[in-house]
DNA sequence: GTCTATAGGCTGATAGAC
DNA sequence: GTCTATCAGCCTATAGAC
């Protein structure tokens, strides 16, 4: 858990019947799992009180409203996220591994939270970026930045504009994350099979390495730093 | 226009006092405009009667409820991008013409309707894809895929999965451009300046180019036809 | 075809008992 | 902390006058 703490806040006597940081956690999930299905107006908060099976109280009681819940779960996704993106970096002895470990990473997410995507997608769509998530998303934006900027570095990428760089690759990941369910659903009535997450990152890998290759492409690839501090 | 036929109902004798047509043009142009910003449940039918400057029982009367508002706003939004995209496919000599077309004609496109990005974002991300729109989305599909398997056989571009291929540049283009007002309204709170739709367009096409190239790519470019009719 | 008026359901929030 | 009961507001759809 990244939100609440880890330990279930010790009972003084035995007196409380439950949890209370259950009940938040069952209500978190409950929103982690309806939110992004339906979008915040389209989930009730009879919805999310069933889900988590408690009383629909005590969702003004834990987070002042519906709409407090549902920027706690934004919120938690995009922490975990955001983790989950950084430690790419320490692992990478290169850009290239770099981005690999990277779409590596954001698949094994889907796994966890595989409607993660959805959410962010709606919430960049909707009610514009919020507050309480926008630092989370320029770490992320910090990481690839920083795999666009260290690939140049290592001879590795040419020079590409990392905002640029950033919206391309993860807009196609979010966008085929996102969009997976509906093609599920679509399945049947489609001329073409199902393409797999697996398929996808290896296509997008190599469409990304393959379009950031440095203009002379030789052999041997460390060979000229250029340049070191040259920025426009 | 496109749903509807561009002669306004020829009236048979004055006895009507406006023209229906422009009643449901009104409300298919009032969705257009709403449906997109705040999705489906975040629309209310006073909304749509309100922008469209009409009693809100009209929608009713012509569309059968407000979700039949909503389907004939998304499938006239559908038709005209992929007509608009099918004839990219006319006007250019080869694909590598017709990529910079295709990716030229999505750009066009979001200036006549900026928010039908965000519209299909958010009906692959919660409906699901809806069976009216769907022959649309395939027409689409069938352009990209086209692209690609024309420039493997013009020696232009190396052999993709166009599926692929299609969710991938699809993808990154939807994103960008549905999320493009989110950007705009967190501009003031963000430590970089706004990328414009054309160099995200550019960098896009470069990225495309450079990742589709051929194994060996020399400077000869037409050379070998390999096998034609190869398909797996 | 267009309007007004209204029905009937569901929504999110909260007061108050335990 | 958790629950039950309840409220006022908004929602979509429609009957019926014009």
């Given at each position: 858990m990244v939100t609440s703490l880890a330990r279930p806040s010790r009972r003084k006597k035995g007196r409380e019947r439950r949890d209370p940081d259950a009940t938040r956690r069952a209500l978190l999930e409950?929103?982690?799992?309806l939110f992004p299905e339906k979008g915040f107006?389209?989930?009730?908060?009879e919805d999310l009180a069933t889900?988590?099976?408690i009383n629909k109280a005590l969702i003004s009681y834990h987070f002042g409203g519906k709409r407090g819940l549902y920027v706690a779960v934004l919120e938690s996704a995009f922490v975990e996220m955001a983790e989950r993106l950084r430690t790419v970096e320490d692992g990478a002895p290169d850009a290239r591994e770099g981005l690999h470990l990277f779409l590596r990473a954001f698949e094994d997410m889907t796994r966890g939270r595989p409607d993660f995507?959805?959410?962010f997608l709606r919430e960049a769509v909707s009610t514009g970026i919020h507050p309480a998530v926008l630092p989370h998303l320029l770490s992320i934006m910090r990481v690839t930045r920083r795999l666009a900027e260290r690939g140049h570095r290592e001879g590795l990428f040419r020079r590409v504009d990392p905002v640029l760089f950033h919206f391309a690759l993860v807009g196609a990941l979010g966008f085929f994350f996102a969009t997976e369910p509906a093609r599920r659903r679509a399945a049947p009535h489609v001329p073409f099979k199902q393409p797999t997450a697996q398929a996808f990152i290896h296509h997008l890998e190599e469409m990304t390495v393959r379009g950031l290759a440095p203009e002379a492409s030789s052999e041997t690839k460390k060979k000229s730093k250029k340049r070191k501090g040259a920025r426009s």
């Open positions: 409950a929103g982690a799992r107006d389209g989930v009730s908060v889900r988590a099976g995507p959805a959410l």
